[in-house]
């Protein structure tokens, strides 16, 4: 099965609401890392290695490792937050697993 | 500049023919990686370098090899292409592991008919 399970698989929104989206583990891990796709496109870093609480302009990751889930907050999202959302857990000498991501759209 | 590059963006070949894929980083990172990622199953991990010529297997890593000769280069081969190979390859640098940082390149979108 899925070792990091994303929900929701997508999410629509008006420009301006916020939004939660959820990552959970299946198994123990050291960290974790979430990315930005946009369409089409290359994934960028968001957060990596966060423990706790960590915020990046409108984006808040929070992570409780040892209970083996993350989330991420957007804020006031605007049209240009549109696109895949991925986390990604971090096995030793591995790399990383990724979850199948959240695809999120705002509207105007 | 911190950039990972991938050559080329589109790739269109027939069954029976050998790929190469090429990934170039301008940030002497050690770690660099090659993911696949396909509607349904996300990104997969082919390989994983730690340096040159200090390659590791990743999940799905039958059916291509790898070759790093440089540092800066990560090269990622497709003896006798085939059909259930048609996916976008993504190239990925760190700096040494997982645990930091991953640069992706934009990726290179391979058909093989």
């Known amino acids: 099965g899925q070792q990091v399970q994303q929900s929701p698989a997508s999410l629509v929104l008006q420009e301006g609401e916020n939004a939660e989206l959820q990552c959970n583990f299946s198994t123990s891990l050291n960290s974790m890392q979430w990315f930005y796709q946009r369409p089409g496109g290359s994934l960028v870093s968001l957060f990596y290695?966060?423990?706790g609480t960590k915020q990046s302009g409108r984006l808040t990751s929070t992570t409780v490792i040892k209970e083996r889930r993350s989330s991420l907050h957007i804020s006031s999202s605007q049209t240009t937050d549109s696109g895949t959302y991925l986390c990604?857990?971090?096995?030793?000498?591995?790399?990383?697993?990724f979850g199948l991501g959240t695809r999120v759209s705002v509207f105007p | 500049d911190m950039k990972v590059t991938q050559m080329p963006r589109y790739l269109i070949k027939r069954m029976g023919e050998n790929v190469l894929l090429e990934c170039g980083q301008d940030?002497?990172?050690?770690?660099m990686y090659w993911y696949r990622q396909d509607p349904g199953l996300g990104l997969q991990l082919i390989y994983i370098s730690y340096d040159v010529d200090s390659n590791s297997e990743g999940d799905i890593p039958k059916g291509y090899r790898v070759s790093r000769k440089k540092r800066e280069h990560f090269s990622l081969i497709l003896d006798s292409a085939k059909t259930n190979q048609t996916s976008v390859y993504f190239c990925?640098?760190?700096?040494?592991?997982?645990?930091?940082?991953?640069?992706f390149g934009h990726g290179t979108k391979l058909s093989v008919l």
């Open positions: 940030m002497s990172h050690e770690t």
């Open positions: 990925a640098s760190s700096q040494q592991g997982a645990n930091e940082r991953l640069f």
């Open positions: 290695n966060p423990s």
């Open positions: 990604a857990m971090v096995r030793y000498a591995q790399g990383l697993t």
